[in-house]
């Protein structure tokens, strides 16, 4: 299995996403980090503790990191995944502390004990990830890779143009893009198209195994950001991990990417996807790229299928 740091905001999705990771026999989770981002740092690390208690995975180490963006103040995001960050779920709270160290601590120590090198999985704003790259570049070599929810190539969510985990910390996502670990992007070009139907997750939410419980609840969660706009059945982070797995579902092309800092554009993943060189080529490149490999499109209904499998 593919060994794999998690960092979470945890969120309707990202427990979606930390569900299918701890269940699937081709992944071993090797610990989970926490940031602020979906719900404050602390509703964050009770909401994982909680989700892998239902996973039966309680043995996996769980640590707060971040409380907030590095320049920007901490925002909420409660209108989206309600309150508690796990649209009202009802939910024992888990008996287990969170680790003492914190989750740098926690992700170099990981790093520093596995065998081979570990892929890091970014399914929130990258504070942490940008503060563990920052303190210790050394252990870049560790990392096979960051596959990291965030971003588009085309529209954005947070603003017309910028995806929420990037707007939220976009010093952060410019720190990890120059960081020299290869980076893959799932962003909302992707993100957004997979789904599954109302009615199989009503019909999960009804089952007798725990699992299933909180996979149907969450999946019932109304995502509103405006009245008449309304979207369910969501697996959404989830899907950045299927890619882990099943990586024939998306289709990716590699271009350079760069985060913008400034002016209404701040958060926005510019990916230069032109096959010939362009006017600023010949007068001097403005801003730093660096190659991605951005997933373009996706095999939505085998995706919710490996999902829900
Ligand atoms: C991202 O923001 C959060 O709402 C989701 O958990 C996902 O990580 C989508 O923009
Ligand atoms: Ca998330």
Do not use: K
């Not at 996403?17 to 404050?40: E, K, R, T, Y």
């Not at 509703?43 to 909680?50: S, W």
Request: aromatic fraction near 4%; include cysteine; hydrophobic fraction near 45%.
């Amino acid at each position: 299995p593919t060994p794999v740091i998690l960092d979470v905001d945890t969120g309707v999705d990202d427990a979606l996403a930390i569900l299918f990771a701890v269940a699937h026999p081709d992944i071993d989770v090797l610990g989970i980090s926490c940031v602020a981002g979906n719900a404050a740092l602390d509703q964050v690390v009770a909401n994982t503790l909680r989700i892998l208690d239902v996973a039966g995975a309680s043995d996996i180490p769980v640590a707060g990191g971040a409380r907030r963006p590095l320049i920007e103040a901490p925002r909420s995001a409660a209108h989206v995944h309600g309150e508690d960050g796990l649209g009202g779920i009802e939910l024992a709270p888990s008996a287990r502390e969170p680790h003492p160290d914190g989750a740098i601590a926690l992700m170099r120590s990981l790093l520093l004990a596995s065998d081979e090198p570990v892929t890091l999985v970014a399914l929130a704003p990258q504070t942490n990830l940008a503060l563990l790259l920052r303190a210790h570049p050394d252990l870049a070599p560790r990392i096979e890779r960051i596959v990291f929810m965030g971003g588009s190539a085309g529209e954005g969510n947070a603003t017309a143009v910028a995806e929420f985990n990037v707007w939220h910390d976009p010093e952060a996502a410019a720190i990890v893009l120059d960081s020299g670990v290869p980076c893959y992007m799932y962003g909302l070009d992707v993100f957004n198209r997979v789904s599954i139907p109302l009615d199989t997750a009503e019909r999960l939410a009804g089952e007798t195994d725990a699992r299933a419980r909180v996979v149907g609840h969450l999946l019932g969660h109304r995502v509103s950001r405006a009245p008449d706009h309304h979207y369910t059945g969501w697996i959404g982070d989830a899907g950045a991990v299927c890619s882990l797995v099943a990586p024939e579902l998306l289709r990716t092309e590699i271009h350079p990417v760069r985060v913008e800092l400034g002016g209404y554009s701040r958060g926005q993943t510019i990916v230069d996807r032109r096959e010939l060189p362009g006017e600023d080529s010949f007068h001097g490149s403005v801003g730093t790229w660096h190659d991605v490999e951005v997933a373009l499109e996706v095999d939505a209904e085998r995706m919710a299928g490996l999902f829900l499998e």
